[in-house]
Nanobody, 119 residues
Framework: QVQLVESGGGLVQPGGSLRLSCVAS????????MGWYRQAPGKQRELVATITSGGSTNYADAVKGRFTISRDNAKNTVSLQMNSLNFEDTAVYYC?????????????WGQGTQVTVSS
Protein backbone atom coordinates (compact mmCIF):
# COMPACT_ATOMS: atom_id res chain seq x y z
CA GLN A 1 0.00 0.00 0.00
CA VAL A 2 1.12 3.52 -0.75
CA GLN A 3 0.77 6.45 1.59
CA LEU A 4 1.49 10.13 1.16
CA VAL A 5 1.93 12.01 4.41
CA GLU A 6 2.17 15.79 4.53
CA SER A 7 3.60 17.94 7.28
CA GLY A 8 4.48 21.55 7.90
CA GLY A 9 1.17 23.36 7.74
CA GLY A 10 0.08 25.89 10.32
CA LEU A 11 -0.81 29.46 11.09
CA VAL A 12 1.31 32.27 9.72
CA GLN A 13 1.01 36.04 9.43
CA PRO A 14 0.81 37.76 6.04
CA GLY A 15 4.25 38.06 4.55
CA GLY A 16 5.50 35.04 6.45
CA SER A 17 6.85 31.72 5.27
CA LEU A 18 6.07 28.05 5.68
CA ARG A 19 7.60 24.88 4.33
CA LEU A 20 5.46 21.87 3.52
CA SER A 21 6.88 18.40 3.13
CA CYS A 22 5.41 15.15 1.86
CA VAL A 23 6.86 11.67 1.95
CA ALA A 24 5.60 8.77 -0.12
CA SER A 25 5.96 5.35 1.45
CA UNK A 26 4.96 1.77 0.76
CA UNK A 27 5.37 -0.48 -2.25
CA UNK A 28 6.59 2.00 -4.84
CA UNK A 29 8.33 0.99 -8.03
CA UNK A 30 8.78 4.47 -9.43
CA UNK A 31 7.46 8.00 -9.00
CA UNK A 32 6.86 10.22 -11.95
CA UNK A 33 5.49 13.67 -11.16
CA MET A 34 4.87 14.93 -7.66
CA GLY A 35 3.03 18.06 -6.74
CA TRP A 36 1.01 20.21 -4.46
CA TYR A 37 -2.62 21.21 -4.83
CA ARG A 38 -4.78 23.31 -2.56
CA GLN A 39 -8.44 23.76 -1.79
CA ALA A 40 -9.83 26.84 -0.11
CA PRO A 41 -13.28 26.85 1.51
CA GLY A 42 -16.00 26.93 -1.10
CA LYS A 43 -13.56 26.54 -3.98
CA GLN A 44 -12.38 23.71 -6.17
CA ARG A 45 -9.04 22.05 -5.66
CA GLU A 46 -6.39 23.77 -7.74
CA LEU A 47 -2.86 23.09 -8.82
CA VAL A 48 -0.11 24.91 -6.93
CA ALA A 49 3.06 23.37 -8.30
CA THR A 50 4.37 20.17 -9.82
CA ILE A 51 7.79 18.68 -10.39
CA THR A 52 8.84 15.79 -12.58
CA SER A 53 11.36 13.13 -11.69
CA GLY A 54 13.84 15.04 -13.83
CA GLY A 55 13.27 18.27 -11.92
CA SER A 56 11.11 20.19 -14.36
CA THR A 57 8.70 22.43 -12.49
CA ASN A 58 5.36 24.06 -13.16
CA TYR A 59 3.68 26.71 -11.02
CA ALA A 60 0.29 28.31 -10.83
CA ASP A 61 0.47 31.96 -11.79
CA ALA A 62 -0.74 32.97 -8.32
CA VAL A 63 2.35 31.52 -6.64
CA LYS A 64 5.10 32.13 -9.17
CA GLY A 65 8.03 33.91 -7.61
CA ARG A 66 6.84 33.15 -4.08
CA PHE A 67 6.69 29.36 -3.86
CA THR A 68 9.41 26.85 -4.70
CA ILE A 69 8.84 23.14 -5.17
CA SER A 70 11.63 20.62 -4.78
CA ARG A 71 11.99 16.87 -4.42
CA ASP A 72 14.41 14.24 -3.24
CA ASN A 73 14.01 11.21 -5.46
CA ALA A 74 16.09 9.01 -3.20
CA LYS A 75 13.81 9.73 -0.25
CA ASN A 76 10.52 9.92 -2.18
CA THR A 77 9.84 13.35 -0.79
CA VAL A 78 8.54 16.58 -2.20
CA SER A 79 8.63 19.95 -0.48
CA LEU A 80 7.03 23.32 -1.01
CA GLN A 81 8.73 26.44 0.29
CA MET A 82 6.13 29.18 0.57
CA ASN A 83 7.26 32.76 1.02
CA SER A 84 5.42 36.08 1.09
CA LEU A 85 2.22 34.34 2.07
CA ASN A 86 -1.02 36.26 1.79
CA PHE A 87 -4.62 35.72 2.84
CA GLU A 88 -5.48 34.11 -0.50
CA ASP A 89 -3.02 31.30 0.22
CA THR A 90 -5.19 30.02 3.06
CA ALA A 91 -6.29 26.51 2.11
CA VAL A 92 -5.82 22.83 2.74
CA TYR A 93 -2.73 21.77 0.82
CA TYR A 94 -2.61 18.28 -0.66
CA CYS A 95 0.38 16.32 -1.84
CA UNK A 96 -0.03 14.36 -5.04
CA UNK A 97 2.12 11.71 -6.67
CA UNK A 98 1.84 10.02 -10.03
CA UNK A 99 3.50 6.71 -9.40
CA UNK A 100 3.76 3.03 -10.17
CA UNK A 101 3.02 0.94 -7.08
CA UNK A 102 4.26 -2.29 -8.67
CA UNK A 103 1.04 -2.32 -10.60
CA UNK A 104 -0.99 0.09 -12.65
CA UNK A 105 0.30 3.64 -12.70
CA UNK A 106 -2.05 5.95 -10.89
CA UNK A 107 -2.41 9.10 -8.79
CA UNK A 108 -2.20 9.12 -5.03
CA TRP A 109 -3.20 11.88 -2.62
CA GLY A 110 -2.19 12.79 0.89
CA GLN A 111 -4.68 13.62 3.61
CA GLY A 112 -3.99 17.35 3.42
CA THR A 113 -2.44 19.91 5.72
CA GLN A 114 -4.04 23.21 6.69
CA VAL A 115 -2.29 26.48 5.93
CA THR A 116 -3.89 29.55 7.45
CA VAL A 117 -2.63 33.06 6.76
CA SER A 118 -4.04 35.46 9.30
CA SER A 119 -3.05 38.57 11.20
Amino acid sequence: QVQLVESGGGLVQPGGSLRLSCVASGRIFSIYAMGWYRQAPGKQRELVATITSGGSTNYADAVKGRFTISRDNAKNTVSLQMNSLNFEDTAVYYCNADLNPFGARRNFWGQGTQVTVSS
